[in-house]
């Protein structure tokens, strides 16, 4: 609904056709997304809206995102649109989190999982976390019991054939659920 109506606001627009291709371009589809929800809401507040014009900056060609103009003052501004991405050190934290995870969720059918990532691991620590992790769940699947990993206040994590009851008290004793992996800032759940 709002895209259609954005298409249509906006349509009339000298290079929208150009917009609308970066809409259908994996590489520019998230940037160019927001462009269009930043210009839908100037054109919606009165302001007549250019995209993608060529404007001379020290004699050099240049394309902003958008030329605005107030239309009630008449008064003319470039516009670039970007969005923030996450830090060094969020990427870090993901990365750790989704490496880790990935052993869990790739674990037998019929094992279920649970525990938490306490602090942000260094690339070879994880390295390590994620082959002892990895001889945890075979250990987990072939004697069909339950195992657990702890490291150093870093991560703790179960692993048991699914309904195990001493996997529901480890978690209780977390307050944690069966199924769930909580990072810093993150939680994973798997039902």
Known sequence: MWLDGSRHRLQSRPNFRRLIRNLHDARTWTDTLLEL???????????????YPVVSVNGKPKTPDAEL????????FYLEVSQLHSSRAEQKSWQCFHRITQVCLEAPVGLEHCGAIL????????????????????EAHETQSFRSYAED????IAIA???????QQWAEERGLKPGELRGIGMTQTRS
Not at 153 to 156: G, K, N, S, Y
Not at 161 to 167: C, F, N, S, T, V
């Open 153 to 156: 206040d870093a991560v703790e």
């Open 119 to 138: 602090k942000d691991l260094s690339s070879p620590h994880v390295q390590d976390v994620v082959l002892n992790l990895r001889n945890v769940v075979q």
């Open 161 to 167: 054939p699914r309904g195990d009851h001493l996997l």
């Open 69 to 76: 103009v107030d239309l009630r003052s008449e008064t003319a």
């Open 37 to 51: 929800q930043v210009l839908d809401r100037f054109a919606t507040s009165g302001f007549e809206i250019g995209i």
